[in-house]
């Protein structure tokens, strides 16, 4: 029989714009926003606002935020899947991420990285030469004391010689002799700053020399400076003292320039907050105070002449890349050939590297295009022979003439194009039970506790032998409380899937009701309800529930159909083990009045555990294993073994029931699950720590 073709799904109409807005949520929310909006600001335009529209009007700002902020969201999820449908759309957004973004980035790193370090080595090549202007300063103002305290008549000869050796590198030098006694003598114009009328209180060391600056006048808080030099003369000053200042004017500045390939552009009192107040040639104080390229900031220590009190200025500088370059390059002679030097060839080294990479990357990218377009296509050629084939028409082929590997795939689906018909239905037919049988094992197995468990005072072990069929034994551990571990068994009736999905939801309600009921049988109860609202009327649940108090030594349990509970007390060598089956009905069934019988049936039993006691938990896969003459395996064996081999640590007990079921079975086949629980009190209960499952 001819398969049938298997229709493409109709693609989902777009909504106009008056089905947006009329017939959703966000487009209703945005039509009254926007209203009560106008009425708000008409209302406005008539008079004040009470509260009440002020807080309307609120609200309707959010409710538009929130209906634009849904549909731009909504857009952009359609745009997205628009954009990103084709494959070949794909591999260019991924070379774009992984080729061009990482490029990008790497270049802006380095940028970066080069940029904060020109600003370092600015801001330090700055300081360098600022330090040096105030070290003039200190050796002419030191000079002149030690002279004049030799002999105080050559002052005035003296300063003025002073003067004028440094008047050639800072024209605005002014030099003075503050004597103890008479007239003051000085050189230069002292524009900036008055002569001192005395050696300042504030001055206890013998020679000053720093930065001194004046006062503040204008808003944007910049500041101008003076590099003074104050060194007593005799002890203490006893014979007066010599200053010396050095104004920062724009001939200083021009020779600090040349002298280290960066410029002052303003200098601001950090003592005053400009924020954005204008400056007085227009420009705000903190534009100027931006760090970007080609431009960086330093902080000097300045001196209050007339309080002594110390503060910073920030200067704010400016440097031309290779201006700097060629300035820090400049101490290197050596020359490669010709009139180049080695900085400068370093310099066009690192060019062409540049140049190559940025090539590279280009050509990287046109190729990472090409490619993806030449692989796109030939998935398209695949994509329609692939549609070709779902409408059922097995005669078409496909025409991809590349050499590589997806022309062996072409090749290889028109190989399997020809011959696909007759087995298909077969396939598909064995494909979906495998498929089917191997999620409901995955599922099965995957609910069951991985690892061993470990509870102190307590040997558990379990096993779960899965049938060639997927079956619905479930088991598990809780931690319920403190020194409190639940214990669970459980079997859903039928198999497949559907048995695996019931064991999944019930280990969901498992790991949330048995933290809220501390009682197997409240737990059970719960359980019940939940589950006979949900499974079909041809499903239910056998399970067993128990709590065991470490701190109380007591085992508390009920049964709901399941297969008993055998206990075999450790309290000495005569004893039997017993059968515990106290009423119950199974779980989850859907007929009238269930849930009351269910109710009134349940019961839960308790039993103090000591040392040495076994507890086995099972399914009916132990007990029903039949052998070649459908012989069952039964309770009462079950129980004989235990009683005989519970001396046994509980993982050697359960080895000797594995091995008796194997050999009573025989080579009969397995017809179910065989899951079981064993559980040895192997010290005394109380005193222990926290159980942690």
Same mark, same amino acid.
Request: a negative charge.
């Given at each position: 029989?001819?398969?049938?073709?298997?229709?493409?799904?109709?693609?989902?109409?777009?909504?106009?714009?008056?089905?947006?807005?009329?017939?959703t949520?966000?487009?209703?929310?945005?039509?009254?926003?926007?209203?009560?909006?106008?009425?708000?600001?008409?209302?406005?335009?008539?008079?004040?606002?009470?509260?009440?529209?002020?807080?309307?009007?609120?609200a309707?700002?959010?409710?538009?935020?929130v209906?634009?902020?849904?549909?731009?969201?909504?857009?952009?999820?359609?745009?997205?899947?628009?954009?990103?449908?084709?494959?070949?759309?794909?591999?260019?957004?991924?070379?774009?991420?992984?080729?061009?973004?990482?490029?990008?980035?790497?270049?802006?790193?380095?940028?970066?990285?080069?940029?904060?370090?020109?600003? +370092?080595?600015?801001?330090?090549?700055?300081?360098?030469?600022?330090?040096?202007?105030?070290?003039?300063?200190?050796?002419?103002?030191?000079?002149a004391?030690?002279?004049?305290?030799?002999?105080?008549?050559?002052?005035?000869?003296?300063?003025?010689?002073?003067?004028?050796?440094?008047?050639?590198?800072?024209?605005?030098?002014?030099?003075?002799?503050?004597?103890?006694?008479?007239?003051?003598?000085?050189?230069?114009?002292?524009?900036?700053?008055?002569?001192?009328?005395?050696?300042?209180?504030?001055?206890?060391?013998?020679?000053?020399?720093?930065?001194?600056?004046? %006062?503040?006048?204008?808003?944007?808080? /910049?500041?101008?400076?003076?590099?003074?030099?104050?060194?007593?003369v005799?002890?203490?000053?006893?014979?007066?003292?010599?200053?010396?200042?050095?104004?920062?004017?724009?001939?200083?500045?021009?020779?600090?320039?040349?002298?280290?390939?960066?410029?002052?552009?303003?200098?601001?009192?950090?003592?005053?907050?400009?924020? +954005?107040?204008?400056?007085?040639?227009?420009?705000?104080?903190?534009?100027?105070?931006?760090?970007?390229?080609?431009?960086?900031?330093?902080?000097?220590?300045?001196?209050?002449?007339?309080?002594?009190?110390?503060?910073?200025?920030?200067?704010?500088?400016?440097?031309?890349?290779?201006?700097?370059?060629?300035?820090?390059?400049?101490?290197?002679?050596?020359?490669?050939?010709?009139?180049?030097?080695?900085?400068?060839?370093?310099?066009?080294?690192?060019?062409?590297?540049?140049?190559?990479?940025?090539?590279?990357?280009?050509?990287?990218?046109?190729?990472?295009?090409?490619?993806?377009?030449?692989?796109?296509?030939?998935?398209?050629?695949?994509?329609?022979?692939?549609e070709?084939?779902?409408?059922?028409?097995?005669?078409?082929?496909?025409?991809?003439?590349?050499?590589?590997?997806?022309?062996?795939?072409?090749?290889s689906?028109?190989?399997?194009?020809?011959?696909?018909? +007759?087995?298909?239905?077969?396939?598909?037919?064995?494909?979906?039970?495998?498929?089917?049988?191997?999620?409901?094992?995955?599922?099965?197995?995957?609910?069951? %506790?991985?690892?061993?468990?470990?509870?102190?005072?307590?040997?558990?072990?379990?096993?779960c032998?899965?049938?060639?069929?997927?079956?619905?034994?479930?088991?598990?551990?809780?931690?319920?409380?403190?020194?409190?571990?639940?214990?669970?068994?459980a079997?859903?009736?039928?198999k497949?899937?559907?048995?695996?999905?019931?064991?999944?939801?019930?280990?969901?309600?498992?790991?949330?009701?048995?933290?809220?009921?501390?009682?197997?049988?409240?737990?059970?109860?719960?359980?019940?309800?939940?589950?006979?609202?949900?499974?079909?009327?041809?499903?239910?649940?056998t399970?067993?529930?128990?709590?065991?108090?470490?701190?109380?030594?007591?085992?508390?349990?009920?049964?709901?159909?399941?297969? %008993?509970?055998?206990?075999?007390?450790?309290?000495?060598?005569?004893?039997?083990?017993?059968?515990l089956?106290?009423?119950?009905?199974?779980?989850?069934?859907?007929?009238?009045?269930?849930a009351?019988?269910?109710?009134?049936?349940?019961?839960?039993?308790?039993?103090?555990?000591?040392?040495?006691?076994?507890?086995?938990?099972?399914?009916?896969?132990?007990?029903?294993?039949?052998?070649?003459n459908?012989?069952?395996?039964?309770?009462?064996?079950?129980?004989?073994?235990?009683?005989?081999?519970?001396?046994?640590?509980?993982?050697?007990?359960?080895?000797?029931?594995?091995?008796?079921?194997?050999?009573?079975?025989?080579?009969?086949?397995?017809?179910?699950?065989?899951?079981?629980?064993?559980?040895?009190? /192997?010290?005394?209960?109380?005193?222990?720590?926290?159980?942690?499952?």
């Amino acid at each position: 029989m001819a398969r049938r073709p298997t229709p493409r799904p109709a693609v989902a109409p777009q909504p106009t714009a008056r089905e947006l807005l009329f017939g959703t949520w966000p487009g209703r929310l945005f039509l009254i926003s926007a209203a009560v909006k106008l009425v708000v600001a008409l209302w406005r335009v008539t008079g004040a606002l009470p509260s009440v529209a002020r807080v309307t009007s609120s609200a309707a700002t959010i409710g538009l935020g929130v209906a634009v902020g849904v549909f731009a969201w909504r857009l952009f999820v359609q745009i997205k899947r628009r954009l990103l449908w084709r494959v070949r759309r794909k591999l260019i957004l991924s070379y774009i991420f992984i080729g061009v973004i990482p490029a990008l980035l790497i270049l802006i790193f380095f940028l970066f990285a080069g940029s904060l370090v020109f600003m +370092n080595v600015s801001a330090y090549l700055f300081k360098d030469g600022y330090d040096a202007i105030i070290e003039h300063a200190r050796i002419s103002a030191q000079a002149a004391a030690t002279e004049i305290g030799r002999d105080p008549s050559t002052a005035a000869e003296t300063i003025q010689r002073v003067h004028r050796i440094r008047a050639s590198l800072y024209p605005d030098m002014s030099v003075a002799y503050l004597p103890p006694a008479g007239e003051r003598i000085k050189a230069g114009r002292w524009a900036r700053l008055p002569v001192p009328d005395d050696i300042p209180a504030w001055m206890k060391d013998d020679v000053f020399a720093g930065s001194v600056g004046l %006062p503040v006048k204008d808003s944007a808080g /910049e500041e101008e400076l003076i590099v003074r030099a104050f060194v007593k003369v005799g002890t203490g000053g006893s014979d007066g003292a010599v200053v010396v200042d050095i104004p920062l004017d724009d001939q200083v500045t021009q020779r600090l320039h040349e002298s280290t390939g960066v410029r002052i552009e303003n200098v601001f009192d950090s003592r005053v907050e400009t924020g +954005n107040r204008a400056r007085s040639d227009g420009t705000s104080a903190r534009s100027s105070r931006s760090v970007v390229f080609e431009k960086s900031l330093a902080q000097i220590d300045v001196q209050d002449w007339a309080t002594g009190m110390p503060h910073s200025d920030t200067i704010a500088l400016s440097y031309k890349l290779g201006e700097l370059y060629r300035h820090l390059s400049s101490a290197q002679n050596l020359y490669v050939s010709g009139n180049m030097r080695l900085s400068e060839a370093l310099l066009l080294v690192l060019i062409v590297i540049g140049v190559m990479f940025l090539i590279i990357e280009a050509v990287a990218l046109v190729m990472g295009l090409a490619l993806a377009r030449s692989i796109t296509s030939s998935v398209h050629e695949l994509f329609t022979g692939t549609e070709r084939v779902q409408q059922g028409d097995f005669t078409h082929r496909i025409n991809i003439e590349s050499r590589d590997q997806l022309g062996e795939l072409a090749e290889s689906f028109n190989q399997m194009t020809g011959s696909i018909e +007759n087995l298909l239905q077969t396939a598909a037919e064995k494909k979906r039970l495998e498929e089917e049988l191997r999620i409901a094992r995955q599922i099965q197995m995957s609910l069951l %506790p991985r690892g061993p468990i470990e509870v102190p005072g307590l040997a558990i072990t379990a096993l779960c032998v899965p049938a060639r069929e997927v079956g619905g034994d479930y088991y598990d551990f809780f931690n319920v409380g403190d020194r409190r571990i639940g214990v669970l068994i459980a079997d859903v009736s039928g198999k497949g899937t559907s048995a695996a999905l019931y064991m999944a939801e019930l280990k969901g309600l498992m790991l949330s009701l048995s933290e809220i009921y501390q009682s197997p049988r409240q737990l059970l109860l719960e359980v019940n309800r939940i589950l006979s609202e949900n499974l079909d009327t041809r499903s239910f649940i056998t399970m067993t529930y128990a709590v065991i108090d470490l701190n109380e030594g007591l085992l508390t349990f009920a049964r709901a159909g399941h297969t %008993p509970l055998i206990y075999l007390s450790g309290d000495g060598d005569a004893n039997v083990a017993q059968v515990l089956a106290p009423s119950g009905l199974v779980v989850g069934l859907r007929i009238p009045g269930a849930a009351q019988k269910f109710a009134d049936l349940l019961e839960e039993d308790s039993l103090p555990l000591n040392k040495g006691d076994v507890l086995v938990f099972y399914t009916d896969g132990i007990t029903e294993a039949m052998n070649a003459n459908s012989d069952l395996f039964g309770d009462s064996r079950l129980g004989g073994l235990i009683t005989e081999h519970g001396h046994l640590d509980a993982a050697d007990l359960r080895e000797r029931i594995l091995r008796e079921i194997e050999s009573f079975v025989g080579a009969a086949d397995q017809h179910d699950d065989m899951t079981m629980i064993l559980i040895k009190v /192997e010290e005394a209960l109380a005193g222990r720590e926290r159980v942690a499952v």
